[in-house]
T-cell receptor, first 112, second 115 residues
Framework: DSGVTQTPKHLITATGQRVTLRCSPRSGDLSVYWYQQSLDQGLQFLIHYYNGEERAKGNILERFSAQQFPDLHSELNLSSLELGDSALYFC???????????FGQGTRLTVV | AQSVTQPDIHITVSEGASLELRCNYSYGATPYLFWYVQSPGQGLQLLLKYFSGDTLVQGIKGFEAEFKRSQSSFNLRKPSVHWSDAAEYFCAARGSGAGSYQLTFGKGTKLSVIP
């Protein structure tokens, strides 16, 4: 158990819908990262938050957004969903600069 | 552009045999390097990491990796593979400077183990 909790584990939704994925980082970790894992793109970095502030953006679509709340949990919002958004979405957290990232179990999103 | 390459998509070894998974990186400066393992339906578990210092690093589950600057490589090894090692293995890197904390992953190597 990495200490990073993601909910829900599975999500099935229709095209055009909006979903919210939730992540609780390890106790004390201020950084939260979101990654998308798909068969064709592999593991891709989406966005990084540190103590409530956005720090870096990767290959994140404009239809996707994220935030980190004062209690440090984070949410990834995916809207106007398309079939191609079906993927495994991972959250990871880390502490200080020179520490490794620990990953949650992921949320498997299926868009039908 | 920064990149991580895992040349082998799929490797099959017999139980008890040795294992080496290859990883090459392309970064401006020596990055921090990691190996993660993903079992089916599971998340990513950190096996080991290299930040600096001793170029041979030990990890969990009997794995080790060697950093070779001259070859831009960080290969993962295990002297004797167990059936439970069957999984997908990802090499990852991140910059060592400020503001570069996100990981760049290789495409992964799937390991099958023959009993």
């Amino acid at each position: 158990d990495s200490g990073v909790t993601q909910t829900p584990k599975h999500l099935i939704t229709a095209t055009g819908q909006r979903v919210t994925l939730r992540c609780s980082p390890r106790s004390g970790d201020l950084s939260v990262y979101w990654y998308q894992q798909s068969l064709d793109q592999g593991l891709q970095f989406l966005i990084h938050y540190y103590n409530g502030e956005e720090r870096a953006k990767g290959n994140i679509l404009e239809r996707f957004s994220a935030q980190q709340f004062p209690d440090l949990h984070s949410e990834l919002n995916l809207s106007s969903l398309e079939l191609g958004d079906s993927a495994l979405y991972f959250c990871a957290s880390s502490g200080t600069v020179n520490t490794e990232a620990f990953f949650g179990q992921g949320t498997r999103l299926t868009v039908v | 552009a920064q990149s991580v390459t895992q040349p082998d998509i799929h490797i099959t070894v017999s139980e008890g045999a040795s294992l080496e998974l290859r990883c090459n990186y392309s970064y401006g400066a020596t990055p921090y390097l990691f190996w993660y393992v993903q079992s089916p339906g599971q998340g990513l578990q950190l096996l080991l990491k290299y930040f600096s210092g001793d170029t041979l690093v030990q990890g969990i589950k009997g794995f080790e990796a060697e950093f070779k600057r001259s070859q831009s490589s960080f290969n993962l090894r295990k002297p004797s593979v167990h059936w439970s090692d069957a999984a997908e293995y990802f090499c990852a890197a991140r910059g060592s400077g400020a503001g570069s904390y996100q990981l760049t992953f290789g495409k992964g190597t799937k390991l099958s183990v023959i009993p």
